[in-house]
């Protein structure tokens, strides 16, 4: 495919390449610099609003779980205490969080063998209250590898109030507190992305989690609509190398990978093709994002026949 036509990544590459001064089919480290600038280019115009053709065909499906009664008969004071339950859990607890009813003081469950009747908490335990009825539960959930970005509202099924909206992290803190399950559980009002579960080195990636509140003391299949990652691999075919961005749009990539490659060669032009880029970005959320205050305003280039509404 030629690279004009601007199908695949490669084209995408070559135009680029072309338009900051350069052969088309440079290799070497400028190369790489330029696959660099369109893929984070990419990336960056996949994430920059809720574009209908880049969010995933079925949303991500959290299913959150029961919280889970049981009866504490010790816990040992030691860095970190070890509680020891009355009845062994055949499915292990390690990553959920512990509270005793006589003081909801909540601790993580740091490790948990199945089968067995010892947690092993994140810190020592200074409360009072060493034995009785507690609560295991969990607010916090993990995120597919394939999530480039997480678009409220969750909505869970069977759900008779409101969506459950996505907060930033310090008004969610504001709101909740650090560790929102110090309100206890209830009807979820808010979610949030917060600290990693892992830096996963094998996928190159962060495996993100959110963090529901109040936490839900039920299980619950919550969806949410999510745009996909994907990246370019430069062979010029396949879905490996097919932008994720309607045709007639392609060049906005184009467009900032190149004032990417003319701001490292401090060339006065990285600016124009910037403005261009950001140009073709505001026509883009003209066409694909309709603006909403109660009711839906369709702007007049939209069409209903071309079902662009």
Not at 45 to 64: D, E, K, M, Q
Not at 79 to 106: D, H, W
Not at 258 to 276: F, G, I, N
Request: aromatic share 10%; charged share 20%.
């Amino acid at each position: 495919m030629a690279h004009y036509d601007l199908i695949t990544g490669l084209d995408l590459l070559h135009a680029a390449l072309l338009d900051a001064g350069e052969a088309a089919s440079i290799t070497g480290r400028y190369g790489d610099d330029a696959r660099r600038a369109v893929r984070t280019s990419y990336w960056s115009v996949l994430a920059h609003a809720r574009w209908p053709w880049a969010l995933s065909p079925t949303p991500n499906v959290i299913t959150t779980v029961a919280k889970r009664d049981v009866t504490v008969l010790s816990i040992s004071g030691a860095t970190p205490a070890v509680v020891t339950l009355s009845a062994s859990i055949s499915t292990t607890m390690a990553g959920r969080k512990f509270y005793l009813e006589g003081n909801q003081s909540v601790y993580r469950v740091n490790a948990h063998t199945a089968g067995t009747a010892l947690l092993t908490l994140d810190a020592g335990y200074v409360e009072t209250e060493t034995a009785g009825p507690a609560v295991i539960f969990q607010d916090e959930y993990q995120l597919p590898s394939t999530v480039l970005k997480v678009w409220d509202p969750f909505w869970p099924r069977g759900w008779q109030h409101e969506p459950i909206k996505l907060w930033d992290k310090p008004l969610f803190e504001q709101r909740f507190g650090r560790g929102a399950w110090g309100l206890g559980s209830g009807i979820i009002e808010a979610a949030c992305e917060i600290n990693p579960s892992a830096y996963d080195n094998t996928a190159q990636g962060v495996i993100r989690r959110v963090r529901f509140a109040p936490w839900s003391d039920e299980a619950l299949n919550i969806e949410h609509d999510y745009t996909v990652f994907h990246t370019l691999d430069f062979s010029g075919s396949g879905d490996g190398d097919t932008p994720r961005i309607p045709k007639e749009h392609r060049e906005v990539v184009a467009h900032f990978a190149t004032a990417k490659l003319c701001v490292s060669k401090d060339e006065s032009k990285a600016a124009d093709y910037a403005t261009m880029g950001g140009g073709k970005l505001a026509e883009m959320v003209t066409q694909y994002l309709p603006a909403q205050d109660g009711r839906m305003h369709v702007h007049p280039k939209h069409s209903a026949a071309l079902g662009l509404t």
